[in-house]
């Protein structure tokens, strides 16, 4: 079974613009959340989507947001980039219930340098 | 406030020896757990987990034990391989389905 997947693997952008990135989950996975990853941070909670709705938000400002497909695919969207948006973008995709043990598997990450 | 916190960011273990990986949590309520480990510009892979219910889950090399009165997991791999060098986060999972990361801790298993 596929893994989780992201695209693109790379980006750099400029302050000002905007990014987008997208992730596809395992099959059959319905909850796809989102994590940005930083030296001095560690891993933070964007936001969790299931079932096309979002269901949890993590502590960042309105300039970040996302959406779910009805295939469960994820885009994430950031507007206005700053340079500490600069950082590692992680998916993650839980099973098939809204269970809070189902584990969470990782795709490899989006890397985003903001110049 | 860092509700998961990993003291020690760096750990350096001789290969065969014991590895143990610390976690503080302050959220009690928090009821399940996870270890990922994660190599440079790779996602975290999933290591082990272990459900407040529970005081230890053992898997293969990698064991977890869990203290819920000192609010502490700890993350026990023997023996150390080289190959497990890589950086390793705990993370705690409640009601509110988000997981929160400590901030991790850099393991090297030297040959």
């Known amino acids: 079974k596929a893994g989780v997947t992201q695209t693109p693997r790379y980006l750099i952008k400029t302050r000002g613009q905007q990014v987008t990135l997208s992730c596809s989950p395992i099959s059959g996975h319905r909850s796809v959340s989102w994590y940005q990853q930083t030296p001095g941070q560690g891993l933070q909670f964007l936001f969790e989507y299931f079932s096309e709705t979002q269901r949890n938000k993590g502590n960042f400002p309105g300039r970040f947001s996302g959406r779910q497909f009805s295939n469960s695919r994820s885009e994430m969207n950031v507007s206005t980039l700053e340079l500490g948006d600069s950082a590692l973008y992680l998916c993650?995709?839980?099973?098939?219930?809204?269970?809070?043990?189902?584990?969470?598997?990782f795709g490899p990450g989006t890397r985003l340098t903001v110049l | 406030d860092q509700q998961v916190k990993q003291n020690s960011p760096s750990l350096s273990v001789q290969e065969g020896r014991i590895s143990i990986l610390n976690c503080d949590y302050t959220?009690?309520?928090?009821?399940?757990f996870l270890w990922y480990k994660k190599y440079p510009a790779e996602g975290p892979t999933f290591l082990i987990s272990i459900s407040s219910i529970k005081d230890k889950n053992e898997d293969g090399r990698f064991t977890v034990f869990l203290n819920k009165s000192a609010k502490h997991l700890s993350l026990h791999i023997v023996p150390s391989q080289p190959g497990d060098s890589a950086v390793y986060f705990c993370a705690a999972n409640g009601a509110t389905n988000k997981l929160i990361f400590g901030t991790g801790t850099l393991l090297a298993v030297q040959p």
């Open positions: 993650a995709s839980r099973g098939r219930t809204s269970g809070t043990t189902d584990t969470q598997y």
């Open positions: 959220n009690s309520m928090f009821d399940y």
